[in-house]
T-cell receptor, first 110, second 118 residues
Framework: QKEVEQNSGPLSVPEGAIASLNCTYSDRGSQSFFWYRQYSGKSPELIMSIYSNGDKEDGRFTAQLNKASQYVSLLIRDSQPSDSATYLCAVYFGNEKLTFGTGTRLTIIP | GAVVSQHPSRVICKSGTSVKIECRSLDFQATTMFWYRQFPKQSLMLMATSNEGSKATYEQGVEKDKFLINHASLTLSTLTVTSAHPEDSSFYIC??????????????FGEGSWLTVV
């Protein structure tokens, strides 16, 4: 069974610091990786996608992918209280289905 | 951008009754729609995948006779929870895509529907 694993947290980070979120996946053949942010009681919203090894930056967000280690991470620089949410890692295993991790709950402390 | 709308956003029903949740793609034709369920503090669990005009494909462990999915048009899919029980209380989320081989950045999520069965 194809799996996506995340540390459930909660992860507490001071405002202005860097938040680091991690995710591992089971299928070495996976090609597409996504980070979603979900506020309590709301639907997920896509914040980053990454397909190639290395880093991808978008504003305060940086996604990092290491296919050899089957590891994908999300860094949030200059963390803001509005970044407090659950972050879901999702992997596309090539069967038209996204598989989500359990999510990491992030709290930014003012 | 593409928008997927769900209705109702919240519904309370009595145990034993059925409730229908609608998922509409507002500005694109959704060839495939996905239905997820999310219990508190847990991840999204895919329930079924539906393609317009054909029967839905259910994930292992999801009762197809209890969770009826209809994808009758390219803009509308419905999920009917039949003979609902309190353990069916959950957050139900649909998503839709208009692409073959959809990936995360071509799948659009609805706002979700909170179901409470009393």
């Amino acid at each position: 069974q194809k799996e996506v694993e995340q540390n459930s947290g909660p992860l507490s980070v001071p405002e202005g610091a860097i938040a680091s979120l991690n995710c591992t996946y089971s299928d070495r053949g996976s090609q597409s990786f996504f980070w979603y942010r979900q506020y309590s009681g709301k639907s997920p919203e896509l914040i980053m996608s990454i397909y190639s090894n290395g880093d991808k930056e978008d504003g305060r967000f940086t996604a990092q992918l290491n296919k050899a280690s089957q590891y994908v991470s999300l860094l949030i620089r200059d963390s803001q209280p509005s970044d407090s949410a659950t972050y879901l890692c999702a992997v596309y295993f090539g069967n038209e289905k996204l598989t989500f991790g359990t999510g990491t709950r992030l709290t930014i402390i003012p | 951008g593409a928008v997927v709308s769900q209705h109702p956003s919240r519904v309370i029903c009595k145990s034993g009754t059925s409730v229908k949740i609608e998922c509409r793609s507002l500005d694109f034709q959704a060839t495939t729609m996905f239905w997820y369920r999310q219990f508190p503090k847990q991840s999204l669990m895919l329930m079924a995948t539906s393609n317009e005009g054909s029967k839905a494909t259910y994930e292992q462990g999801v009762e197809k006779d209890k969770f009826l999915i209809n994808h009758a048009s390219l803009t509308l899919s419905t999920l009917t929870v039949t003979s609902a029980h309190p353990e069916d209380s959950s957050f139900y989320i649909c998503s839709a895509t208009n692409r073959q081989g959809a990936t995360g950045n071509t799948i659009y999520f609805g706002e979700g529907s909170w179901l409470t069965v009393v």
